[in-house]
């Protein structure tokens, strides 16, 4: 069974500090790992993905996430934040033999001006 | 191009009324899912499809039923609704069961 923790439910940070949210999973194969942004009221859209290859990968709005196998992390980063960052985040994953995707319970970033 | 489309936004019903969510996609998908959102949950899936003319339960499919109407359309029912089903329910779409998934704006459900 695959699953994912997300270990902060809420993430208070200030404008233009860098922000780091975590998510660790457990599989016992090889794994996809996405995150996901929901902003309020609207439905989630893909930040970025790691199906293979290099583990920095880069996303829209300034974000990356480093794949760490040995940790089984996949932790998202920005180096500066923005106002408009406000959103919950969520991790999810997806594994060779069990390709529904399971999701964390979200992180809420909050933006402090 | 709309992507994923879902109605209605909003709908409240009393304890024992059945009611429709409808979701279609416009982008040739092959995959869609229905999700349940509840705070502090995540996520927590329903029910899927992986082709037009499959259907296969989630991790909480109960009280709930579903039809992949065509390539393009899923729909998932309400029998008899409970309070417990008072949430937020997404549909999705994906190329294929490993892909990037793409959601719908969402339809805020209140079971009284």
């Known amino acids: 069974a695959q699953s994912v923790t997300q270990l902060d439910s809420q993430v208070p940070v200030f404008e233009e500090a860098p922000v780091e949210l975590r998510c660790n999973y457990s599989?016992?194969?090889?794994?996809?790992l996405f995150w996901y942004v929901q902003y309020p009221n609207q439905g989630l859209q893909l930040l970025l993905k790691?199906?293979?290859?290099?583990?920095l990968v880069k996303g829209i709005n300034g974000f990356e996430a480093e794949f760490n196998k040995s940790q089984t992390s996949f932790h998202l980063r920005k180096p500066s934040v923005h106002i408009s960052d406000t959103a919950e985040y969520f991790c999810a994953v997806s594994s060779f033999g069990n390709e529904k995707l399971t999701f964390g319970t979200g992180t809420r970033l909050t933006i402090i001006p | 191009n709309a992507g994923v489309t879902q109605t209605p936004k909003f709908q409240v019903l009393k304890t024992g009324q059945s009611m429709t969510l409808q979701c279609a996609q416009d982008?040739?998908?092959?995959?869609m899912y229905w999700y349940r959102q509840d705070p502090g949950m995540g996520l927590r899936l329903i029910y899927y499809?992986?082709?037009?003319?499959?259907?296969d339960k989630g991790e909480v499919p109960n009280g709930y039923n579903v039809s992949r109407l065509n390539k393009r359309e899923f729909s998932l029912r309400l029998e008899s609704a409970a309070p417990s089903q008072t949430s937020v329910y997404f549909c999705?779409?994906?190329?294929?069961?490993?892909?990037?998934?793409?959601f719908g704006p969402g339809t805020r459900l209140t079971v009284l």
């Open positions: 999705a779409s994906s190329v294929g069961l490993a892909g990037q998934q793409f």
């Open positions: 982008m040739n998908h092959n995959s």
């Open positions: 499809s992986a082709s037009e003319g499959t259907t």
């Open positions: 599989s016992s194969v090889s794994v996809y």
């Open positions: 790691y199906l293979s290859g290099s583990t």
